[in-house]
Protein backbone atom coordinates (compact mmCIF):
# COMPACT_ATOMS: atom_id res chain seq x y z
CA UNK A 1 0.00 0.00 0.00
CA UNK A 2 1.07 3.66 -0.24
CA UNK A 3 2.89 5.20 2.31
CA UNK A 4 1.79 8.93 1.64
CA UNK A 5 -0.46 10.58 -1.04
CA UNK A 6 -0.61 14.03 -2.07
CA UNK A 7 -4.64 15.08 -3.07
CA UNK A 8 -4.43 17.46 -6.05
CA UNK A 9 -7.46 19.23 -5.21
CA UNK A 10 -9.04 21.26 -2.57
CA UNK A 11 -12.38 21.72 -0.50
CA UNK A 12 -14.96 18.83 0.41
CA UNK A 13 -13.54 16.16 -1.90
CA UNK A 14 -10.10 16.75 -1.09
CA UNK A 15 -11.15 16.63 2.59
CA UNK A 16 -13.24 13.03 1.58
CA UNK A 17 -9.88 11.47 0.07
CA UNK A 18 -7.95 12.76 3.38
CA UNK A 19 -10.52 10.54 5.45
CA UNK A 20 -10.05 7.59 3.19
CA UNK A 21 -6.30 7.80 3.09
CA UNK A 22 -6.41 8.01 7.54
CA UNK A 23 -8.69 5.10 7.35
CA UNK A 24 -5.88 3.10 5.52
CA UNK A 25 -3.58 4.30 7.29
CA UNK A 26 -1.54 6.34 4.65
CA UNK A 27 -0.18 9.77 5.37
CA UNK A 28 -1.40 12.55 3.46
CA UNK A 29 -0.02 16.03 1.50
CA UNK A 30 -2.42 18.69 0.67
CA UNK A 31 -1.82 20.80 -1.64
CA UNK A 32 -3.24 24.94 -1.55
CA UNK A 33 -3.25 27.83 -3.34
CA UNK A 34 -2.43 31.32 -1.02
CA UNK A 35 -6.52 31.84 -0.64
CA UNK A 36 -6.93 28.45 0.53
CA UNK A 37 -4.49 28.51 3.70
CA UNK A 38 -7.17 27.97 6.44
CA UNK A 39 -9.10 25.26 4.60
CA UNK A 40 -10.34 22.27 6.47
CA UNK A 41 -8.05 19.61 3.96
CA UNK A 42 -4.82 21.48 4.84
CA UNK A 43 -6.05 21.51 8.52
CA UNK A 44 -6.39 17.86 8.48
CA UNK A 45 -3.88 16.59 5.95
CA UNK A 46 -0.33 15.39 7.66
CA UNK A 47 1.61 17.52 5.49
CA UNK A 48 0.68 20.93 3.38
CA UNK A 49 2.15 22.48 0.21
CA UNK A 50 1.13 25.69 -1.13
CA UNK A 51 1.71 25.50 -4.47
CA UNK A 52 0.71 29.20 -5.98
CA UNK A 53 -1.78 32.27 -6.34
CA UNK A 54 -5.88 31.72 -5.84
CA UNK A 55 -6.00 31.62 -10.08
CA UNK A 56 -6.42 27.63 -10.68
CA UNK A 57 -4.19 27.87 -13.89
CA UNK A 58 -1.91 28.99 -11.19
CA UNK A 59 -1.94 26.94 -8.70
CA UNK A 60 -4.33 23.51 -8.70
CA UNK A 61 -4.03 23.33 -12.48
CA UNK A 62 -0.19 23.97 -12.55
CA UNK A 63 0.95 20.49 -13.14
CA UNK A 64 4.52 21.28 -12.31
CA UNK A 65 4.11 22.72 -8.81
CA UNK A 66 2.10 19.97 -7.85
CA UNK A 67 4.86 17.63 -9.34
CA UNK A 68 7.31 19.49 -7.24
CA UNK A 69 5.15 19.42 -3.74
CA UNK A 70 5.04 15.45 -4.30
CA UNK A 71 8.63 15.11 -5.01
CA UNK A 72 9.60 17.74 -1.98
CA UNK A 73 7.18 15.90 0.50
CA UNK A 74 8.08 11.82 -0.60
CA UNK A 75 4.51 11.69 -1.77
CA UNK A 76 4.27 8.17 -4.41
CA UNK A 77 1.34 8.46 -5.70
CA UNK A 78 -1.26 11.63 -6.19
CA UNK A 79 -5.11 11.69 -5.85
CA UNK A 80 -6.96 14.33 -8.43
CA UNK A 81 -10.63 13.99 -6.79
CA UNK A 82 -12.60 15.46 -9.57
CA UNK A 83 -12.56 18.61 -11.76
CA UNK A 84 -8.94 20.34 -12.05
CA UNK A 85 -6.53 17.77 -13.17
CA UNK A 86 -8.91 14.60 -13.21
CA UNK A 87 -9.07 14.28 -16.44
CA UNK A 88 -6.23 15.55 -18.06
CA UNK A 89 -3.77 13.05 -19.64
CA UNK A 90 -0.26 14.82 -19.13
CA UNK A 91 -0.76 14.85 -15.20
CA UNK A 92 -1.12 10.95 -15.94
CA UNK A 93 1.78 10.83 -18.17
CA UNK A 94 3.89 13.31 -16.25
CA UNK A 95 2.96 10.91 -13.05
CA UNK A 96 4.60 7.51 -15.10
CA UNK A 97 7.17 9.52 -16.19
CA UNK A 98 8.71 10.36 -12.45
CA UNK A 99 7.99 7.46 -10.82
CA UNK A 100 4.56 8.69 -9.18
CA UNK A 101 1.76 6.53 -9.25
CA UNK A 102 -1.24 8.34 -10.61
CA UNK A 103 -4.92 7.17 -8.70
CA UNK A 104 -7.04 6.75 -12.05
CA UNK A 105 -6.62 5.34 -14.67
CA UNK A 106 -4.42 5.17 -17.76
CA UNK A 107 -3.38 8.43 -19.58
CA UNK A 108 -4.94 6.38 -22.98
CA UNK A 109 -8.15 5.78 -21.46
CA UNK A 110 -8.59 9.54 -20.53
CA UNK A 111 -7.78 11.02 -23.58
CA UNK A 112 -9.61 8.34 -25.20
CA UNK A 113 -12.75 9.28 -23.33
CA UNK A 114 -12.27 12.91 -23.17
CA UNK A 115 -12.61 13.37 -26.60
CA UNK A 116 -16.49 13.05 -27.23
CA UNK A 117 -15.84 11.73 -30.72
CA UNK A 118 -13.58 9.29 -30.47
CA UNK A 119 -15.85 8.38 -27.20
CA UNK A 120 -18.60 7.88 -29.26
CA UNK A 121 -16.61 6.01 -31.98
CA UNK A 122 -15.32 3.41 -29.70
CA UNK A 123 -18.49 2.90 -27.74
CA UNK A 124 -20.08 1.57 -31.49
CA UNK A 125 -17.77 -0.62 -31.74
CA UNK A 126 -18.01 -2.23 -28.66
CA UNK A 127 -21.42 -2.22 -29.59
CA UNK A 128 -23.21 0.14 -27.08
CA UNK A 129 -26.05 2.01 -28.55
CA UNK A 130 -25.15 5.40 -28.95
CA UNK A 131 -27.11 8.82 -30.02
CA UNK A 132 -27.56 9.10 -33.75
CA UNK A 133 -25.69 11.56 -34.79
CA UNK A 134 -22.53 12.81 -36.69
CA UNK A 135 -20.10 9.81 -37.12
CA UNK A 136 -17.16 12.44 -36.88
CA UNK A 137 -16.82 16.13 -35.75
CA UNK A 138 -18.72 18.42 -38.27
CA UNK A 139 -16.82 20.95 -39.90
CA UNK A 140 -19.27 23.35 -41.50
CA UNK A 141 -22.72 24.66 -41.36
CA UNK A 142 -23.55 23.06 -44.09
CA UNK A 143 -22.47 19.46 -43.35
CA UNK A 144 -24.22 19.75 -40.13
CA UNK A 145 -27.53 20.65 -41.98
CA UNK A 146 -27.21 17.43 -44.29
CA UNK A 147 -26.76 15.21 -40.88
CA UNK A 148 -29.45 16.79 -38.79
CA UNK A 149 -32.09 16.64 -42.15
CA UNK A 150 -31.61 12.87 -42.21
CA UNK A 151 -31.74 12.39 -37.95
CA UNK A 152 -34.40 14.69 -37.93
CA UNK A 153 -34.87 17.97 -35.86
CA UNK A 154 -34.07 19.30 -32.73
CA UNK A 155 -30.70 18.58 -32.75
CA UNK A 156 -27.29 19.23 -30.12
CA UNK A 157 -24.41 20.78 -31.02
CA UNK A 158 -21.62 19.73 -28.59
CA UNK A 159 -17.53 20.08 -28.27
CA UNK A 160 -16.04 17.72 -28.58
CA UNK A 161 -13.82 18.45 -25.55
CA UNK A 162 -16.59 19.56 -23.44
CA UNK A 163 -18.08 19.16 -19.79
CA UNK A 164 -19.26 20.57 -17.03
CA UNK A 165 -22.60 21.13 -19.22
CA UNK A 166 -20.71 23.70 -21.06
CA UNK A 167 -20.16 23.79 -24.77
CA UNK A 168 -23.59 22.53 -25.80
CA UNK A 169 -26.55 24.23 -27.85
CA UNK A 170 -29.80 22.54 -28.77
CA UNK A 171 -31.09 23.78 -32.26
CA UNK A 172 -34.80 23.12 -33.14
CA UNK A 173 -34.91 24.15 -36.78
CA UNK A 174 -32.24 24.28 -39.92
CA UNK A 175 -32.46 27.93 -40.21
CA UNK A 176 -30.69 28.17 -35.99
CA UNK A 177 -28.57 25.83 -36.85
CA UNK A 178 -27.01 27.70 -39.81
CA UNK A 179 -27.34 30.36 -37.09
CA UNK A 180 -25.45 29.29 -34.39
CA UNK A 181 -22.35 26.74 -36.27
CA UNK A 182 -19.89 29.59 -36.22
CA UNK A 183 -21.47 30.73 -32.77
CA UNK A 184 -20.65 26.89 -31.13
CA UNK A 185 -17.34 26.44 -32.97
CA UNK A 186 -16.21 29.85 -31.54
CA UNK A 187 -17.34 28.73 -27.80
CA UNK A 188 -16.19 25.67 -27.86
CA UNK A 189 -12.41 27.08 -28.62
CA UNK A 190 -12.55 29.93 -26.44
CA UNK A 191 -13.94 27.42 -23.26
CA UNK A 192 -12.00 24.02 -23.93
CA UNK A 193 -8.90 25.37 -26.20
CA UNK A 194 -10.57 23.47 -29.24
CA UNK A 195 -12.81 23.97 -31.94
CA UNK A 196 -14.14 21.18 -32.38
CA UNK A 197 -17.93 20.27 -32.25
CA UNK A 198 -20.05 17.40 -33.19
CA UNK A 199 -23.71 16.98 -33.51
CA UNK A 200 -26.11 14.43 -31.98
CA UNK A 201 -30.14 14.10 -32.07
CA UNK A 202 -31.93 16.23 -29.20
CA UNK A 203 -33.04 13.52 -27.19
CA UNK A 204 -36.32 14.95 -25.88
CA UNK A 205 -37.43 14.57 -22.23
CA UNK A 206 -34.75 11.93 -20.98
CA UNK A 207 -33.58 10.80 -17.65
CA UNK A 208 -29.69 10.96 -17.16
CA UNK A 209 -28.81 8.06 -15.75
CA UNK A 210 -25.58 6.53 -14.98
CA UNK A 211 -23.24 3.59 -14.07
CA UNK A 212 -20.43 3.67 -11.88
CA UNK A 213 -18.03 0.87 -12.94
CA UNK A 214 -15.24 -0.05 -10.73
CA UNK A 215 -12.20 -2.53 -13.12
CA UNK A 216 -9.15 -3.43 -11.21
CA UNK A 217 -5.47 -3.99 -12.87
CA UNK A 218 -6.09 -7.34 -13.29
CA UNK A 219 -8.91 -7.50 -15.72
CA UNK A 220 -11.98 -7.53 -13.04
CA UNK A 221 -14.41 -4.85 -13.98
CA UNK A 222 -17.82 -4.45 -12.27
CA UNK A 223 -20.70 -1.92 -12.30
CA UNK A 224 -22.47 -0.74 -8.53
CA UNK A 225 -25.78 0.11 -10.16
CA UNK A 226 -26.89 3.03 -11.06
CA UNK A 227 -27.57 7.25 -10.10
CA UNK A 228 -30.33 8.90 -11.59
CA UNK A 229 -29.36 12.43 -11.97
CA UNK A 230 -31.93 13.80 -14.22
CA UNK A 231 -32.80 17.03 -11.73
CA UNK A 232 -30.21 19.27 -13.81
CA UNK A 233 -29.74 23.26 -14.23
CA UNK A 234 -27.90 24.41 -17.64
CA UNK A 235 -27.29 20.52 -17.84
CA UNK A 236 -25.08 20.30 -14.43
CA UNK A 237 -26.72 18.27 -11.60
CA UNK A 238 -28.49 19.41 -9.07
CA UNK A 239 -29.71 16.73 -7.39
CA UNK A 240 -28.76 12.63 -7.54
CA UNK A 241 -30.26 9.08 -6.47
CA UNK A 242 -29.55 6.04 -6.06
CA UNK A 243 -31.85 3.67 -7.19
CA UNK A 244 -33.63 5.75 -10.23
CA UNK A 245 -36.95 5.22 -9.89
CA UNK A 246 -37.33 4.85 -13.75
CA UNK A 247 -35.03 1.56 -14.07
CA UNK A 248 -36.79 -2.05 -13.42
CA UNK A 249 -34.34 -4.67 -11.78
CA UNK A 250 -34.56 -6.14 -15.78
CA UNK A 251 -32.98 -2.76 -17.54
CA UNK A 252 -30.39 -2.10 -14.20
CA UNK A 253 -29.35 -5.38 -15.45
CA UNK A 254 -29.34 -4.70 -19.26
CA UNK A 255 -27.72 -1.02 -19.44
CA UNK A 256 -25.05 -2.28 -15.98
CA UNK A 257 -23.83 -5.21 -18.40
CA UNK A 258 -23.77 -3.05 -21.12
CA UNK A 259 -21.59 -0.60 -19.13
CA UNK A 260 -19.27 -2.53 -18.11
CA UNK A 261 -19.19 -4.45 -21.38
CA UNK A 262 -18.06 -0.31 -22.69
CA UNK A 263 -15.45 -0.63 -19.51
CA UNK A 264 -13.91 -4.11 -20.99
CA UNK A 265 -13.39 -3.24 -24.18
CA UNK A 266 -11.09 -0.08 -23.69
CA UNK A 267 -9.40 -2.08 -20.58
CA UNK A 268 -10.48 0.76 -18.48
CA UNK A 269 -9.37 0.47 -14.53
CA UNK A 270 -9.94 2.48 -11.51
CA UNK A 271 -13.48 3.84 -10.81
CA UNK A 272 -15.49 5.28 -13.89
CA UNK A 273 -18.89 5.96 -14.82
CA UNK A 274 -20.79 5.55 -18.17
CA UNK A 275 -23.66 8.39 -18.96
CA UNK A 276 -26.62 7.53 -20.89
CA UNK A 277 -29.74 8.93 -21.67
CA UNK A 278 -32.75 7.05 -21.21
CA UNK A 279 -35.87 8.05 -23.43
CA UNK A 280 -39.76 7.67 -22.99
CA UNK A 281 -39.74 4.20 -25.18
CA UNK A 282 -36.96 2.82 -22.38
CA UNK A 283 -34.03 3.19 -24.73
CA UNK A 284 -30.99 3.88 -23.58
CA UNK A 285 -27.80 5.70 -25.82
CA UNK A 286 -24.63 6.39 -24.69
CA UNK A 287 -23.66 9.98 -24.11
CA UNK A 288 -19.86 10.00 -22.56
CA UNK A 289 -17.48 8.38 -19.92
CA UNK A 290 -15.99 9.74 -17.01
CA UNK A 291 -13.01 9.02 -16.27
CA UNK A 292 -12.39 9.68 -12.52
CA UNK A 293 -14.30 9.80 -9.21
CA UNK A 294 -17.84 11.86 -9.74
CA UNK A 295 -19.40 14.40 -7.29
CA UNK A 296 -22.54 11.99 -6.44
CA UNK A 297 -20.25 9.03 -5.56
CA UNK A 298 -21.64 8.99 -2.34
CA UNK A 299 -25.16 8.18 -3.22
CA UNK A 300 -23.99 4.76 -4.52
CA UNK A 301 -21.58 4.04 -1.60
CA UNK A 302 -24.84 4.45 0.90
CA UNK A 303 -26.52 1.76 -1.12
CA UNK A 304 -23.77 -0.55 -1.64
CA UNK A 305 -21.87 -0.17 1.66
CA UNK A 306 -18.69 -0.01 -0.64
CA UNK A 307 -16.19 2.58 -0.11
CA UNK A 308 -15.20 3.85 -3.41
CA UNK A 309 -12.31 5.73 -2.67
CA UNK A 310 -10.83 3.40 -0.49
CA UNK A 311 -11.34 0.65 -3.65
CA UNK A 312 -9.80 3.57 -5.83
CA UNK A 313 -7.27 3.57 -3.79
CA UNK A 314 -6.11 0.15 -3.20
CA UNK A 315 -7.05 -0.53 -6.92
CA UNK A 316 -4.44 1.61 -7.92
CA UNK A 317 -1.80 -0.20 -5.34
CA UNK A 318 -2.46 -3.08 -7.33
CA UNK A 319 -4.59 -5.25 -5.52
CA UNK A 320 -7.07 -7.20 -6.89
CA UNK A 321 -10.74 -5.89 -6.63
CA UNK A 322 -12.27 -8.57 -4.11
CA UNK A 323 -16.09 -8.00 -4.58
CA UNK A 324 -17.70 -9.65 -7.24
CA UNK A 325 -20.83 -8.93 -9.63
CA UNK A 326 -23.23 -11.20 -7.75
CA UNK A 327 -22.22 -9.97 -3.97
CA UNK A 328 -23.18 -6.11 -4.85
CA UNK A 329 -26.52 -5.48 -3.33
CA UNK A 330 -28.84 -2.24 -3.59
CA UNK A 331 -29.56 -1.60 0.38
CA UNK A 332 -32.49 0.98 0.18
CA UNK A 333 -32.43 4.41 -1.01
CA UNK A 334 -30.16 7.09 -1.44
CA UNK A 335 -30.06 11.28 -2.78
CA UNK A 336 -27.56 13.66 -2.77
CA UNK A 337 -28.64 17.36 -2.47
CA UNK A 338 -26.14 19.72 -3.78
CA UNK A 339 -25.93 22.88 -1.31
CA UNK A 340 -23.87 25.37 -4.12
CA UNK A 341 -23.37 28.80 -2.74
CA UNK A 342 -25.61 30.52 -5.47
CA UNK A 343 -29.08 32.56 -5.68
CA UNK A 344 -31.43 29.30 -5.78
CA UNK A 345 -33.68 30.54 -8.26
CA UNK A 346 -31.34 31.84 -11.00
CA UNK A 347 -28.06 29.95 -10.24
CA UNK A 348 -25.85 32.87 -10.01
CA UNK A 349 -22.73 32.46 -7.76
CA UNK A 350 -22.88 34.30 -4.30
CA UNK A 351 -19.77 33.95 -2.88
CA UNK A 352 -19.14 35.29 0.29
CA UNK A 353 -18.54 35.15 3.92
CA UNK A 354 -20.80 32.51 6.27
CA UNK A 355 -21.27 34.00 9.76
CA UNK A 356 -23.31 31.00 10.98
CA UNK A 357 -23.70 28.06 9.99
CA UNK A 358 -25.58 24.46 11.34
CA UNK A 359 -24.82 21.33 9.73
CA UNK A 360 -27.65 18.65 10.21
CA UNK A 361 -27.07 14.98 11.19
CA UNK A 362 -28.73 12.16 12.59
CA UNK A 363 -29.73 8.93 11.47
CA UNK A 364 -29.13 8.17 7.69
CA UNK A 365 -27.73 11.35 7.28
CA UNK A 366 -24.47 12.30 6.08
CA UNK A 367 -22.77 16.12 4.87
CA UNK A 368 -19.63 16.00 2.95
CA UNK A 369 -18.34 19.69 3.19
CA UNK A 370 -15.65 21.66 4.00
CA UNK A 371 -16.92 24.67 4.91
CA UNK A 372 -17.83 25.96 8.36
CA UNK A 373 -18.79 28.98 10.35
CA UNK A 374 -16.92 32.27 9.31
CA UNK A 375 -15.44 30.83 6.48
CA UNK A 376 -15.40 32.38 2.94
CA UNK A 377 -16.46 30.93 0.19
CA UNK A 378 -14.30 32.10 -2.72
CA UNK A 379 -15.44 33.48 -5.74
CA UNK A 380 -12.16 31.70 -7.80
CA UNK A 381 -13.81 28.12 -7.53
CA UNK A 382 -16.69 26.26 -7.79
CA UNK A 383 -19.78 26.98 -6.11
CA UNK A 384 -20.34 23.37 -4.42
CA UNK A 385 -20.20 24.02 -0.85
CA UNK A 386 -21.99 20.67 0.53
CA UNK A 387 -23.11 17.38 -0.40
CA UNK A 388 -26.28 16.56 1.87
CA UNK A 389 -26.57 13.08 1.31
CA UNK A 390 -29.45 10.75 3.27
CA UNK A 391 -30.10 7.18 3.78
CA UNK A 392 -33.37 5.46 3.67
CA UNK A 393 -35.12 2.34 3.69
CA UNK A 394 -37.35 2.86 0.52
CA UNK A 395 -37.41 6.26 -1.61
CA UNK A 396 -40.11 7.42 0.39
CA UNK A 397 -38.22 7.29 3.70
CA UNK A 398 -35.05 8.71 2.09
CA UNK A 399 -37.33 11.71 0.66
CA UNK A 400 -38.82 11.89 4.39
CA UNK A 401 -34.88 12.49 5.41
CA UNK A 402 -34.11 14.88 2.98
CA UNK A 403 -36.70 17.33 4.23
CA UNK A 404 -36.14 17.26 7.35
CA UNK A 405 -32.01 17.42 6.94
CA UNK A 406 -32.75 20.59 4.83
CA UNK A 407 -34.97 21.74 7.54
CA UNK A 408 -31.98 21.39 9.98
CA UNK A 409 -29.79 22.98 7.36
CA UNK A 410 -28.83 26.75 8.24
CA UNK A 411 -26.33 28.82 6.05
CA UNK A 412 -26.15 32.79 6.90
CA UNK A 413 -24.17 35.05 5.40
CA UNK A 414 -24.30 33.98 1.09
CA UNK A 415 -27.32 32.41 -0.77
CA UNK A 416 -27.54 28.62 -1.17
CA UNK A 417 -29.79 26.33 -2.74
CA UNK A 418 -31.53 24.75 -0.06
CA UNK A 419 -34.42 26.97 -0.75
CA UNK A 420 -34.51 24.98 -4.18
CA UNK A 421 -34.53 21.57 -2.70
CA UNK A 422 -36.85 22.59 -0.54
CA UNK A 423 -38.98 23.08 -3.23
CA UNK A 424 -37.91 20.49 -5.93
CA UNK A 425 -38.45 18.24 -3.80
CA UNK A 426 -42.15 18.78 -2.73
CA UNK A 427 -43.01 18.81 -5.97
CA UNK A 428 -45.44 16.14 -6.97
CA UNK A 429 -43.29 14.73 -9.66
CA UNK A 430 -40.16 14.33 -7.79
CA UNK A 431 -42.69 12.35 -5.07
CA UNK A 432 -43.82 10.40 -7.88
CA UNK A 433 -40.34 10.28 -9.78
CA UNK A 434 -41.59 10.88 -12.66
CA UNK A 435 -38.95 13.65 -13.92
CA UNK A 436 -36.54 14.22 -16.91
CA UNK A 437 -34.19 16.11 -17.72
CA UNK A 438 -36.33 19.40 -18.23
CA UNK A 439 -37.46 19.20 -14.51
CA UNK A 440 -36.02 22.52 -13.52
CA UNK A 441 -37.16 24.17 -16.22
CA UNK A 442 -40.72 23.42 -15.67
CA UNK A 443 -40.35 24.17 -11.78
CA UNK A 444 -39.35 27.45 -11.88
CA UNK A 445 -41.99 28.23 -14.61
CA UNK A 446 -44.09 26.90 -12.03
CA UNK A 447 -45.64 24.31 -14.74
P1 LIG B 1 -20.94 17.27 -19.96
O1 LIG B 1 -19.72 16.45 -20.24
O2 LIG B 1 -20.75 18.72 -20.24
O3 LIG B 1 -21.54 16.97 -18.62
P2 LIG B 1 -22.87 15.48 -21.27
O4 LIG B 1 -22.64 14.97 -22.63
O5 LIG B 1 -22.60 14.54 -20.12
O6 LIG B 1 -22.00 16.83 -21.06
O7 LIG B 1 -24.36 16.03 -21.13
C1 LIG B 1 -24.81 16.74 -20.01
C2 LIG B 1 -26.33 16.84 -20.03
O8 LIG B 1 -26.76 17.51 -21.24
C3 LIG B 1 -27.05 15.51 -20.05
O9 LIG B 1 -27.22 14.97 -18.76
C4 LIG B 1 -28.38 15.89 -20.69
O10 LIG B 1 -29.23 16.52 -19.75
C5 LIG B 1 -27.96 16.93 -21.72
N1 LIG B 1 -27.72 16.28 -23.03
C6 LIG B 1 -26.51 15.95 -23.57
N2 LIG B 1 -26.66 15.37 -24.78
C7 LIG B 1 -27.98 15.32 -25.02
C8 LIG B 1 -28.78 14.82 -26.11
N3 LIG B 1 -28.25 14.28 -27.21
N4 LIG B 1 -30.14 14.92 -26.00
C9 LIG B 1 -30.72 15.48 -24.90
N5 LIG B 1 -30.02 15.98 -23.87
C10 LIG B 1 -28.67 15.90 -23.91
Same mark, same amino acid.
Given at each position: ???????????????????????????????? /?????? /??? %?????????????????????????? /????????????? !????????????? #????????? #?????????????? $????????????????????? $?????????????? +??????? &????????????????????????????? &????????????????????????? #????????? =????????????????????? *???????????????????? &????????????????? !???????????????????????? @?? #???????????? !?????????? %??????????? =????? *?????????????????? !??????? @?????????????????????????????????????????? %?????????????????????? +???? @???????????
Amino acid at each position: MFSKILIANRGEIALRIIRACKELGIKTVAVH /STADAN /SLH %VRFADESICIGPPESVRSYLHIPSII /SAAEITGAVAIHP !GYGFLSENPSLAE #ICETCGIKF #IGPTPQNIRLMGNK $VKARNTMQEAGIPIVPGSPER $VETADEAIDIADKI +GYPVILK &ASAGGGGRGMRILKKRDDLRDSFSVVQAE &ASAAFADPHIYLEKYIEKPRHIEFQ #IIGDEKGNI =IHLGERDCSIQRRHQKLIEES *PSPAISAKLRKEIGNCAVKA &ARFINYRSVGTIEFLLD !GNGDYYFIEMNTRIQVEHPVTEMV @TG #IDLIKEQIRIAA !GERLKIKQKD %VKIFGHSIECR =INAED *PDKFTPSPGKITALNIPG !GPGVRVD @TAVYSEYTVLPHYDSLIAKLIVHGLDREDAIAKMNRALEEFH %VEGIKTTIPFHKKALSHKDFLE +GKFC @TDFVERLNSKV
